[in-house]
């Protein structure tokens, strides 16, 4: 599995137990206490993030290879259509049977990049699925052809929407350096 930037998981658990620790105590003044909550807090808004981003890198290793192969495919579709459509010798009736394929075989290449990182990979070509499957598929299908539609195809990064950046907090970040648990 791929390395998540930051401190990882068991990391941020034990400073959130610490913290809930310390916070049991009875004796513990005021502004300890105040801050020592606010540090809780922005340690369990860290660990949902972390949680996503480990999440996010489960499904990408999982189904890194059959997006590959499913890529491949796309782009191998798109580039025969291409240079078929350039030839003069094919009519016109064949060349809009092409150029509906040619835009179907552009959204399964968008779908492929731009699939979302926090739900299991759907796979576009495989056979005999489930119903339910299959309208996850075609649900998702549908999004990104209205995205291709639409033009916001063209903000997807290089390898589509596994560049969400999980929200990330600079306080929690200043919090994770506590000076109290040094001393």
Do not use: C
């Amino acid at each position: 599995m791929g390395k998540v930037k930051g401190p990882g998981l068991a990391i941020v658990k034990k400073k959130i137990r610490d913290n809930e620790r310390l916070l049991k105590k009875e004796n513990l003044p005021a502004n300890v206490r105040v801050e020592h909550e606010r540090a809780l807090a922005a340690l369990q808004d860290q660990l949902q993030g972390v949680q996503l981003e480990h999440k996010k890198m489960k499904y990408y290793e999982r189904y890194k290879k059959i997006r590959f192969f499913e890529r491949k495919k796309a782009e191998r579709h798109i580039k025969q259509l291409e240079k078929r459509l350039e030839d003069p010798s094919v009519d016109i009736s064949e060349k809009g049977k092409m150029k509906e394929q040619l835009h179907k075989y552009k959204i399964d290449l968008l779908y492929i990049k731009g699939f979302p990182p926090l739900v299991k990979y759907v796979s576009l070509y495989a056979e005999g699925t489930a119903d339910s499957t299959e309208e996850t598929r075609k649900k998702i299908w549908r999004e990104m052809e209205e995205r291709l539609l639409s033009g916001k195809a063209q903000k997807l990064g290089p390898s589509g929407s596994n560049n969400i950046p999980v929200q990330q907090k600079q306080a929690a970040q200043e919090e994770l350096d506590d000076e109290f648990f040094e001393k």
